[in-house]
């Protein structure tokens, strides 16, 4: 495997909270190993193409057997009661994605699942192989949309990879209660209104409106009620 070089996207200062579509990818993928490699590993790759056996540069696909690869080392199959595997061992040929999939992509979701402040270190035959390995996986990290809030505590390591894994739920959820309290107000003047027999006199040609502006107010409740178990369990799994 030898992907082509690509140059990493500049991030900005003050990186964009996630939407509601990207948290329920983060949840998922936080749960299942293979859906964070066909859904959030995949956007280290977005650009770059890589050489695969039959001697041609493709972009990033995996097939059946990264998907039997992953599912082995998940744990997939094992007793609701026992953890992944902690030592598993996989032989297989060159340019199959091995050290791409094995190598990076499940350290990547280990950081990824577990949250905090993580650290790893990588082991190969050879000091300068092993720092190789050490750069694809820091440049896989740097690049991922999904990653935009991690903080790389030693980033002149070669061989040791350390971040703060953060989705910046505390930001969020800091100013959660003042949004949902903020919305429940504005649902709550609206049934108000409507409760008053004077609406119907003064207001008539406005209900239907009125009807719509609840209909909505009581949508951005739900949703945000809604977001905020979502960053809930997201800093759960951080702490």
């Known amino acids: 495997m ?3 070089s690509a140059t990493p996207p500049k991030s900005s200062d003050a990186p964009e909270p996630f939407s509601e579509d990207e948290l329920k990818i983060i949840q ?10 066909t859904h959030v590993y995949a956007r280290s790759f977005e650009g770059l193409e890589f050489l695969y056996a039959d001697g041609q540069f493709k972009p990033w696909s995996l097939g059946l057997l990264q998907k039997t690869w992953a599912r082995i080392v998940a744990g ?3 007793p609701p009661e026992r953890p992944p595997y902690s030592r598993w061992r996989i032989m297989a040929p060159r340019l199959h994605l091995k050290s791409t999939v094995l190598g990076h992509g499940y350290l990547f979701w280990r950081f990824f699942s577990e949250g905090g402040d993580v650290d790893a270190l990588y082991i190969a035959y050879k000091k300068p192989l092993a ?3 050490m750069e694809k996986l820091k440049r896989a990290i740097a690049v991922n949309p999904y990653t935009r809030f991690w903080r790389d505590n030693n ?4 061989s040791v990879i350390d971040y703060t894994v953060t989705f910046n739920e505390q930001r969020e959820l800091d100013g959660m209660e003042t949004a949902i309290l903020a919305a429940e107000a504005r649902k709550a003047a609206l049934e108000a209104r409507f409760s008053d027999p004077a609406t119907y006199q003064r207001e008539g040609a406005a209900v239907a409106q009125m009807r719509v502006d609840l ?3 009581t949508a951005e409740v739900e949703r945000l009620y809604a977001r905020w178990q979502e ?6 799994r951080s702490e």
């Not at 998922?28 to 490699?37: H, I, K, N, S, Y």
């Not at 980033?155 to 070669?158: E, I």
């Open 131 to 133: 720092e190789e390995h």
């Open 28 to 37: 998922a993928a936080q749960a299942d190993f293979w859906f964070f490699l």
């Open 76 to 78: 997939d199959g094992l």
């Open 2 to 4: 030898a992907p082509t």
């Open 231 to 236: 960053l809930e369990a997201l800093r759960g």
């Open 155 to 158: 980033p002149q390591a070669r």
């Open 215 to 217: 209909e909505a107010a």
